[in-house]
């Protein structure tokens, strides 16, 4: 406990009485004595000098040349305190525009050339099974953009769910779906507020066509109706290839990846456009995109 500077202060008075005893402000405040010096008594044999009344200590009164103050209710208001200037915001707050569903992208007119899609904010979602290169195909593709452009990786959200994480390779159940849909809905969320203060987006997920759970539906609730889907579909044996250069939790089991390619095979005739990276590599795949997203724009499907 710090106690404070300077002298103590004195014991509370009693009611009724004066200072308390034993405190004396003089033995805590020396200084000169107060009032006049004692005056010492006459040697005898000689007379005494009549002695003269102190000079009183002038008072706390007002100065001779100085008016008395006015009463109160004479006395002029006083002036308002000028107003204050307004304090800078220090927090480093930068306002943003909240986020919102994304739109179509307009059309452009045939006389118009083809949109150049390097240079639009776009929000794609690119599907595909697992080991079909989403994740290195997109962010290959937002690292060589001239535009902002973020990557949002829907395993990845998922994964942020450390303690309790409902694996879906254990089984698909209530609490795998439910952490999906969770994580969908978080990079939807992540997406309409890049995309609304213009930096594009790339997401990716393994969408299934006949799976509404892991559908488009949601996909479309949650960013919006101007979201570019393009399926990454090269063959099986590729997907296996690069499904066993995998670890942890990326990693499946050859008959899961077998099932989950047979069940992507359903976009064919969607209308979904559809990469076949078989035999490409992934700058030449990316390159296809903007190919593939150019058309979209121009003729965006419908779905």
Known sequence: MQHPVGSPLPPPHQPGQGPALGWSPAAHHPGPPQGPAPVPPAAPGYPTAPRQAPVPHPGPGPAPHQPPPAPAHHRPAPAPPASAPPVPDTTGHVPLPPGGPVAVPSVPPATAAAPDPTTTTLAVLLIGPAGAGKTSVAKYWADHRRVPTAHISLDDVREWVRSGFADPQTGWNEHSEAQ?????????????????????????????????VVGLGGWKRHVGPGLLPVVLLPGLDIVLERNAERSGNRRLTDEEVARIHGRMAGWYGSGLPIID????????TAHLLDEVLSRSIASPPAW
């Not at 990276?277 to 030449?284: R, W």
């Open 180 to 212: 999906y849909r969770l994580a969908r809905r978080t990079c939807g969320f992540s997406a309409r507020n890049f995309l609304a203060n213009g930096i594009s987006c790339i997401l990716d997920d393994a969408v299934f066509p006949d799976r509404p």
């Open 277 to 284: 990276n078989s035999q490409l590599d992934v700058p030449e």
